[in-house]
């Protein structure tokens, strides 16, 4: 059975940092195209960065420009949010998902199969 787990995630003040973890098992983890999701309270969920089976990113420019990096580890199962100069706003849970689609590059979060439980991000100013 398919799964994702996230960790990492934490209470920080604001400009500081938080690695997010997110663990795949029961598929091909290489195979699949990642992404980190957000949702704050009262708020939809948003995309922050994606990542294809090929190393390609995207983030979400808007909002996290130059302060968030994704990167996935294929021999670990692994894909993870590094999260630099935090701010109040980013407070949120934060979702990691896979998508069948290997080559995907994309916000839409219909586009992905699986999802993680989250992990709770708190920045204090």
């Known amino acids: 059975q398919e799964r994702l787990v996230e960790s990492g995630g934490g209470h920080v003040q604001s400009g500081g940092s938080l690695t997010l973890s997110c663990v795949a098992s029961g598929l091909t983890f290489s195979r699949h195209g990642m992404a980190w999701f957000r949702q704050a309270p009262g708020n939809e969920r948003e995309f922050v960065a994606a990542i294809n089976r090929s190393g390609s990113s995207a983030t979400d420019e808007d909002s996290v420009k130059g302060r968030f990096t994704i990167s996935r580890d294929n021999a670990k199962n692994t894909v993870y949010l590094q999260l630099n100069s935090l701010k109040p706003e980013d407070t949120a849970v934060y979702y990691c998902?896979?998508?069948?689609?290997?080559?995907?590059?994309?916000?839409?979060?219909?586009?992905?199969?699986?999802w993680g439980q989250g992990t709770q991000v708190t920045v204090s100013s």
């Open positions: 998902a896979a998508s069948r689609i290997g080559g995907i590059l994309t916000r839409r979060s219909d586009r992905y199969n699986y």
